[in-house]
């Protein structure tokens, strides 16, 4: 399961528990130019099979349960954009962003 949050990143969930957030690197746009089958690279690189484009890992948390669904949500009608999820032992939670430097230093 996954989810778009901008037009550069997006969250996921994979079979084994893990929660994740890539982005696109900023240079992927002019790469993606230069060579838009990707066959130049291909054969360039032995990382992750030689896979041109690939996304920057922002963060990874393991839950312990398989993800089967995600949502980008708001909770309330003034508040601030929360990920919702669920997983596959029925339980529900939420991913909510840190807005400034104050809620950071909180905790």
């Given at each position: 399961?996954?989810?778009?949050?901008?037009?550069?990143?997006?969250?996921?969930?994979?079979?084994f528990g893990n929660f994740f957030v890539g982005r696109l690197p900023p240079n992927a746009d002019?790469?993606?130019?230069?060579?838009?089958?990707?066959?130049?690279?291909?054969?360039?690189?032995?990382?992750?099979?030689?896979?041109?484009?690939?996304?920057?890992?922002?963060?990874?948390?393991?839950?312990?349960?398989?993800?089967?669904?995600?949502?980008?949500?708001?909770?309330?009608?003034?508040?601030?954009?929360?990920?919702?999820?669920?997983?596959?032992?029925?339980?529900?939670?939420?991913?909510?962003?840190?807005?400034?430097?104050?809620?950071?230093?909180?905790?």
């Amino acid at each position: 399961a996954f989810t778009i949050l901008d037009l550069d990143t997006v969250c996921g969930g994979d079979k084994f528990g893990n929660f994740f957030v890539g982005r696109l690197p900023p240079n992927a746009d002019a790469e993606a130019e230069d060579d838009p089958t990707a066959s130049r690279f291909k054969w360039e690189s032995g990382y992750l099979g030689g896979a041109a484009f690939k996304l920057d890992q922002i963060c990874m948390y393991h839950l312990g349960d398989m993800i089967t669904t995600i949502h980008k949500t708001k909770l309330s009608l003034g508040g601030g954009q929360v990920v919702l999820y669920a997983t596959a032992m029925g339980a529900i939670g939420a991913f909510i962003p840190f807005e400034t430097k104050n809620d950071v230093d909180f905790f």
